[in-house]
């Protein structure tokens, strides 16, 4: 990896955890769209690297919070994710071997519908959901965990409509993704899908992803949640965009 593609990456990274600090969400959908649009990394090596910054950020997370995790609702939700999240990472691989159009049109879809639905506003619920209901959306969630490492949208939606303190919210989500990062990298590993030379200088975004992370607590902007939110929105949509149809006029 060249000294300029390093910067960009690393570029990208400290956008991602700088946003995801500021909304809640979008670390995972800005590196993979980011990745995808530059071709800096190779997809399936930038979701492994997705995963080692998840890891990072819900340890800084959940090193006090751990004791709000919600754990009636957490454990129907990660158990449901971590059966289909391997269901995911075979489908990446199944569309990786067909043509990589593939893996950038279905990326590209999932950043554009995770962006609309992550730009509305859950409609609150009067009393819990279903375990049922948590397997559920964990199960949509371990799909696309499993294929980009971006389970994020299925769960942030699904929990923030429940009637729980947002601090039990964001704990309980956090402890959700980073258990199916590691869960994935041991994936990785034990089908031998070592990522290639260029990935290794990418875990230079890790102490990146720290300081974007410090920086937003510390400085963040003179925006509204409602203003950061709708950026985010646009950001991830027009990557979506941009992603999707070259694939589609090329498949086509």
Do not use: C
């Not at 593609?5 to 955890?17: N, P, R, V």
């Not at 067909?98 to 609150?124: F, M, R, T």
């Not at 929105?233 to 086509?252: E, K, T």
């Amino acid at each position: 990896m060249t000294a300029a593609a390093l910067a960009d990456l690393l570029l990208i990274a400290a956008l991602a955890a700088y946003m995801q600090t500021l909304t809640g969400f979008a670390l995972g959908l800005i590196m993979m769209g980011g990745v995808g649009l530059t071709g800096l990394l190779p997809l399936p090596d930038a979701a492994v690297l997705v995963s080692l910054l998840v890891i990072v950020n819900a340890a800084q997370v959940l090193a006090r919070g751990w004791r709000d995790i919600a754990w009636p609702q957490f454990l129907p939700a990660l158990a449901a994710s971590l059966v289909f999240q391997a269901i995911g990472y075979w489908l990446l691989n199944l569309m990786a071997s067909a043509s990589l159009d593939w893996v950038k049109l279905v990326l590209g879809l999932v950043i554009v519908v995770s962006s609309i639905q992550l730009s509305l506003k859950p409609e609150a619920l009067q009393q819990l959901s279903s375990s049922v209901s948590f397997a559920g959306f964990g199960a949509i969630a371990g799909v696309m965990g499993g294929m980009f490492s971006t389970a994020g949208p299925p769960l942030i939606y699904h929990f923030y409509r429940q009637p729980l303190r947002p601090a039990v919210v964001r704990e309980t989500l956090v402890a959700i993704f980073a258990t199916n990062a590691v869960v994935r990298l041991g994936i990785v590993a034990g089908v031998g899908k070592l990522p290639s030379a260029s990935f290794w200088w990418g875990l230079l975004a890790i102490p990146v992803v720290i300081g974007a992370t410090w920086l937003a607590k510390r400085f963040p902007p003179p925006l509204s949640p409602l203003a950061m939110r709708r950026l985010a929105f646009l950001m991830l949509f027009l990557s979506g965009l941009s992603l999707a149809l070259p694939s589609i006029l090329r498949l086509v």
